[in-house]
């Protein structure tokens, strides 16, 4: 089984300032991870996914993640906030393999508020 | 790339009518197609996996007569929500993916039943 806990179910930070959101992960093989975006009353866009390549993983719009397997973490980090990145964020497992190929299991999402 | 379009975008309906939800593929062909519910606030619930040419596979507690799912084509599958009622209003989103590939999501569609 696979789960997904996002601490905090909200954030709020300057214009400019470091963004972090913090993911923690549980899965019984080794995991995917994804980070997507949400706006308001649209789908999920993807930022970045971890397939176990490279650990730090660079998405887009300046977004970047760092897989941990010591602590089952994968943080999602941007260095200076824009308004624009103002929206609801999830985080993602999947695992590949078995029933369960593909599926993704969602964290409980985190909104972001970028303050002037 | 990796377009996917889900029609409508919103649909308000009487109770007991039926709902018919799109999703397409535009720019690739997806063996996989999933479906998520979201209710206000809160996260995707998954609640089934369609393959292209197979039954779907619905998650626990989600009724498949209720929720009835097609995937005909490799670029379209539609949800039918059968004899709405106000307790099935929410945001429903589809993806779809392609062997190996990430998921890639539609716009979703605000269902409300009156």
């Known amino acids: 089984a696979q789960s997904v806990t996002q601490l905090g179910s909200h954030v709020s930070v300057s214009e400019g300032a470091l963004v972090l959101l913090r993911c923690n992960y549980s899965?019984?093989?080794?995991?995917?991870l994804f980070w997507y975006v949400q706006y308001p009353n649209q789908g999920l866009q993807l930022l970045l996914k971890?397939?176990?390549?490279?650990?730090l993983v660079k998405g887009i719009n300046g977004f970047e993640a760092e897989f941990k397997k010591s602590e089952t973490s994968f943080h999602l980090t941007k260095p200076s906030a824009h308004m624009s990145d103002a929206a609801e964020y999830f985080c993602?497992?999947?695992?590949?393999?078995?029933?369960?190929?593909?599926?993704?299991?969602f964290g409980q999402g985190t909104i972001l508020t970028v303050h002037p | 790339g990796a377009v996917v379009s889900q029609h409508p975008s919103w649909v308000i309906c009487k109770s007991g009518t039926s709902v018919k939800i799109e999703c397409r593929s535009l720019?690739?062909?997806?063996?996989?197609m999933f479906w998520y519910r979201q209710f206000p606030k809160q996260s995707l619930m998954l609640m089934a996996t369609?393959?292209?040419?197979?039954?779907?596979?619905?998650e626990q507690g989600v009724e498949k007569d209720k929720f009835l799912i097609n995937h005909a084509s490799l670029t379209l599958s539609t949800l039918t929500v059968t004899s709405a009622h106000p307790e099935d209003s929410s945001f429903y989103i589809c993806s779809a993916k392609s062997g190996d590939q990430p998921q890639h999501f539609g716009d979703g569609t605000r269902l409300s039943i009156l």
């Open positions: 993602a497992v999947s695992e590949y393999g078995g029933t369960s190929y593909g599926k993704l299991t």
């Open positions: 720019d690739f062909q997806a063996t996989t």
């Open positions: 369609s393959n292209e040419g197979s039954k779907a596979t619905y």
């Open positions: 899965s019984s093989v080794p995991p995917y």
């Open positions: 971890y397939t176990s390549a490279a650990t």
